[in-house]
């Protein structure tokens, strides 16, 4: 089994701007805000990601809060920091054992007053899915941690390069997911990598500021298909 390396991936691209020269910190202002909020994590990762940008616009870079502004996980303040053409984000990494449960951010506006966003991590559990899988039957995979209807993103990856990647998403029902053999059948026999991502989307408002907290799990297996 290899470790998943959605957190350390995405931090690491989001980052790689800082290597470069960017537009000067900015003020948020008074305006506003759009809300891009993210928690990451992953099987065998050591730490979950929480990331946290204010900005103008979907595509633009995030942007220093005015002063008396706040934003607080689980009533710590969150380090500032700025990465290139990204802009400023707030940050924090945190254990991952011990990090599944309820947690609460809390954002104050200039004003004083307090807006509260609860989200639940809970990270994805996969039962041992077998190392051999044959092309014409249904792959069922047992998962844990999901509701039932959750919606998975599920990527084969064959890493023989002799067929495309295939990447779908496909839903929880009953604790199960079913991959159909249809869909296998599209990649020849050899070794395969699983990846499995799931992302929870919460919308956010806090008094005019609106946007979304993503909350994404990710796993990884090795798979023989025969």
């Known amino acids: ?28 202002g008074s305006g506003p805000l759009l809300l891009d909020w993210q928690v990451q994590g992953a099987e065998g990762q050591p730490y979950v990601t929480c990331l946290f940008q204010f900005k103008r616009s979907a595509d633009g870079p995030g942007a220093a809060l005015p002063a008396g502004t706040t934003l607080r996980l689980d009533g710590a303040d969150l380090a500032t920091d700025s990465a290139g053409h990204n802009g400023v984000y707030y940050e924090a990494l945190y254990e ?9 951010l809390t954002f104050t506006d200039a004003a004083g007053s307090g807006h509260t966003v609860p989200f639940t991590y809970a990270p994805v559990t996969l039962e041992a899915a077998p190392a051999s899988i044959p092309r014409n039957a249904d792959l069922r995979l047992v998962l844990g941690g999901l509701p039932d209807s959750a919606r998975v993103m599920i990527t084969l990856i064959d890493t023989a390069f002799e067929t495309d990647d295939l990447s779908d998403e496909f839903t929880v029902r009953g ?52």
């Open 175 to 226: 604790g199960e997911l079913v991959l159909p053999a249809a869909v296998l059948s599209g990649l020849k026999p050899g070794p395969l990598v699983l990846d499995l991502a799931h992302e929870l989307r919460l919308p956010v408002q806090a008094g005019p500021h609106r946007g979304a907290l993503r909350v994404s799990y990710g796993l990884r297996r090795d798979l023989q298909l025969q």
């Open 96 to 104: 991952s054992e011990g990090f599944a449960g309820r947690h609460e």
């Open 1 to 28: 089994m290899q470790s998943f390396r959605f957190s350390a991936l995405i931090l690491s691209l989001f980052l790689l701007a800082s290597c470069t020269d960017g537009p000067a910190e900015k003020k948020a």
